[in-house]
């Protein structure tokens, strides 16, 4: 009996709670929360204490992060770009960019086409040496 | 014929910059103009060295000396100075003034910096490589560590020792 009359008055309740959720406007009463009263109260400081940044970071795979960054477009929409280009040599490092690259894009043309020749997909230039690639991994 | 290559843009560098080649071997085409500019230099210092031995002799005995490219102490004079020029600058840097233009540098097969040892033994071997029509060079375009016959002498190994990707990254900031 008991159980029964805890059961109606818990269906009672959700019932009221439910009515008076949808009589409320959540949004006109945010408006009237004062956030920053609200984050004056809030001690930043000691909630940052209490995180454990090694912790966090060791489950994130910043790899993996890095990967989805598009540093190209990152490059032409921010500032960084005029960073870059401000520590730049000038304009005999621009041609020298300009002659390195062209040289290595027909080192790529030939390296393609040797590789279509011999029937072997070609995955980009070889390399390091063992030496470079300690030096690397250190 | 860049573009097959796979450039991304009509005027810019290759996709494969995307990544940085520093470390990587390098290909034939950056060796093969390095190395143009690098006669064209060591032929450039010694005609102007003639020039200027011919000047000296002119001024203090008044007398002109004949040269003739054929003349056979002319050739071993070359050939002197085209060995120090090469070996020294191995030996010293890695890199001659033609590697140096086109981003390239001479190490050892284990990726060390290239000894004065490895680096006249590799001036000596240079020769080799151009026998029986230049034989000695197909090893840079069918070999997975793009060594030439004096790379494989010597002990030695071409890299590219440019930041690749830096340079895209200032193509791409100017726009």
């Given at each position: 009996?008991?159980?029964?009359?805890?059961?109606?008055?818990?269906?009672?309740?959700?019932?009221?709670?439910?009515?008076?959720?949808?009589?409320?406007?959540?949004?006109?009463?945010?408006?009237?929360?004062?956030?920053?009263?609200?984050?004056?109260?809030?001690?930043?400081?000691?909630?940052?204490?209490?995180?454990?940044?090694?912790?966090?970071?060791?489950?994130?795979?910043?790899?993996?992060?890095?990967?989805?960054?598009?540093?190209?477009?990152?490059?032409?929409?921010?500032?960084?770009?005029?960073?870059?280009?401000?520590?730049?040599?000038?304009?005999?490092?621009?041609?020298?960019?300009?002659?390195?690259?062209?040289?290595?894009?027909?080192?790529?043309?030939?390296?393609?086409?040797?590789?279509?020749?011999?029937?072997?997909?070609?995955?980009?230039?070889?390399?390091?040496?063992?030496?470079?690639?300690?030096?690397?991994?250190? | 014929?860049?573009?097959?290559?796979?450039?991304?843009?009509?005027?810019?560098?290759?996709?494969?910059?995307?990544?940085?080649?520093?470390?990587?071997?390098?290909?034939?085409?950056?060796?093969?103009?390095?190395?143009?500019?690098?006669?064209?230099?060591?032929?450039?210092?010694?005609?102007?060295?003639?020039?200027?031995?011919?000047?000296?002799?002119?001024?203090?005995?008044?007398?002109?000396?004949?040269?003739?490219?054929?003349?056979?102490?002319?050739?071993?004079?070359?050939?002197?100075?085209?060995f120090i020029y090469f070996a020294y600058s191995w030996a010293a840097?890695?890199?001659t003034?033609?590697?140096?233009?086109?981003?390239?540098?001479?190490?050892?097969?284990?990726?060390?910096?290239?000894?004065g040892?490895?680096a006249?033994?590799?001036t000596?071997?240079?020769?080799?490589?151009?026998?029986?029509?230049?034989?000695?060079?197909?090893?840079?375009?069918?070999?997975?560590?793009?060594?030439?016959?004096?790379?494989?002498?010597?002990?030695?190994?071409?890299?590219?020792?440019?930041?690749?990707?830096?340079?895209?990254?200032?193509?791409?900031?100017?726009?």
């Open positions: 009996m008991v159980t029964r009359r805890e059961a109606l008055a818990q269906a009672v309740t959700e019932r009221a709670v439910e009515l008076v959720v949808s009589a409320l406007d959540v949004n006109a009463l945010l408006d009237e929360v004062d956030l920053n009263a609200v984050l004056d109260q809030v001690d930043i400081n000691r909630v940052l204490d209490r995180i454990d940044l090694d912790r966090l970071l060791s489950r994130m795979d910043l790899n993996a992060i890095v990967q989805h960054i598009d540093f190209d477009s990152l490059v032409e929409q921010t500032d960084l770009g005029a960073i870059i280009a401000a520590s730049s040599s000038g304009v005999a490092g621009e041609a020298l960019d300009a002659v390195r690259s062209q040289t290595v894009g027909l080192d790529e043309f030939i390296a393609r086409w040797i590789g279509r020749l011999r029937r072997r997909p070609y995955t980009g230039p070889p390399g390091p040496p063992d030496g470079l690639q300690t030096k690397a991994g250190t | 014929m860049t573009a097959s290559a796979g450039d991304d843009t009509p005027s810019g560098p290759p996709a494969v910059i995307r990544e940085s080649l520093q470390g990587k071997y390098s290909g034939f085409a950056s060796r093969f103009t390095a190395f143009v500019v690098d006669v064209g230099v060591s032929l450039g210092v010694f005609m102007l060295a003639l020039a200027a031995i011919w000047f000296a002799a002119r001024v203090l005995t008044g007398q002109d000396i004949a040269w003739h490219k054929g003349d056979i102490w002319v050739i071993i004079a070359y050939a002197v100075w085209a840097s890695g890199r003034a033609g590697m140096a233009l086109f981003g390239v540098r001479v190490v050892r097969d284990d990726g060390t910096d290239a000894s040892r490895r006249v033994v590799r000596l071997a240079l020769p080799l490589s151009f026998l029986f029509l230049g034989l000695g060079f197909v090893g840079i375009l069918l070999g997975d560590r793009r060594r030439a016959l004096h790379d494989v002498i010597a002990g030695t190994a071409v890299i590219y020792s440019w930041d690749a990707r830096a340079a895209r990254l200032r193509f791409l900031s100017r726009g």
